[in-house]
T-cell receptor, first 109, second 115 residues
Framework: KQEVTQIPAALSVPEGENLVLNCSFT??????LQWFRQDPGKGLTSLLL?????REQTSGRLNASLDKSSGRSTLYIAASQPGDSATYLC????????FGTGTRLTIIP | NAGVTQTPKFQVLKTGQSMTLQCAQD?????MSWYRQDPGMGLRLIHY???????DQGEVPNGYNVSRSTTEDFPLRLLSAAPSQTSVYFC??????????????FGPGTRLTVL
């Protein structure tokens, strides 16, 4: 059974710093890995999708990498802003997703 | 496009009552699914569908029923509500035929409390 882990559960960093969020998974035979953002009391917003044949994807200040052999993905956020404060979730799968429990990120002004 | 829509946003039920959570998407997606989100547990898959007339169970299907009569709609039925079903429910959709991507899009959620 696929298991997805995100460590740490919470992270606080000063505004302007670059940061990395981690995601690990136990079964390397994945189709896709997707990163989401969730604001308190809201739904999930898709940030980046990495297909199994890809190594990374970029969108603006966000860069996600995928290393299937080690069962790891990272989400890099450059020049963090207070508006980046949210919970970040990673999920693996295709039509069925297995989620990690998320990292709650706080950017300190 | 409205994307994925869910109704109602909030609902309070008494134990034993039944209800239907509605989900609709206007992106012509083949795949639709229901997840529940509980503190410390993350999101868990309840039921999913890979097309009209086709449904299957996810990780936590007990106490829930689904059907998919159209591509657009995928309602989730609670047969006899229990306090353990208090949760936030999210509907998701993905995959259009002919596209290489399977990015999942989520609705805003339904917050359900069972007393």
């Amino acid at each position: 059974k696929q298991e997805v882990t995100q460590i740490p559960a919470a992270l606080s960093v000063p505004e302007g710093e670059n940061l990395v969020l981690n995601c690990s998974f136990t079964d390397s035979a994945i189709y896709n890995l997707q990163w989401f953002r969730q604001d308190p009391g809201k739904g999930l917003t898709s940030l980046l999708l990495i297909q199994s044949s890809q190594r990374e994807q970029t969108s603006g200040r966000l860069n996600a990498s995928l290393d299937k052999s080690s069962g790891r993905s990272t989400l890099y956020i450059a020049a963090s802003q207070p508006g980046d404060s949210a919970t970040y979730l990673c999920a693996v799968g295709d039509e069925k997703l297995t989620f990690g429990t998320g990292t709650r990120l706080t950017i300190i002004p | 496009n409205a994307g994925v829509t869910q109704t109602p946003k909030f609902q309070v039920l008494k134990t034993g009552q039944s209800m239907t959570l509605q989900c609709a998407q206007d992106m012509n997606h083949e795949y639709m699914s229901w997840y529940r989100q509980d503190p410390g547990m993350g999101l868990r898959l309840i039921h999913y569908s890979v097309g009209a007339g086709i449904t299957d169970q996810g990780e936590v299907p007990n106490g829930y029923n689904v059907s998919r009569s159209t591509t657009e709609d995928f309602p989730l039925r609670l047969l006899s509500a229990a306090p353990s079903q208090t949760s936030v429910y999210f509907c998701a959709s993905s995959y259009s035929k002919g596209t290489p991507y399977n990015e999942q899009f989520f609705g805003p959620g339904t917050r359900l409390t069972v007393l």
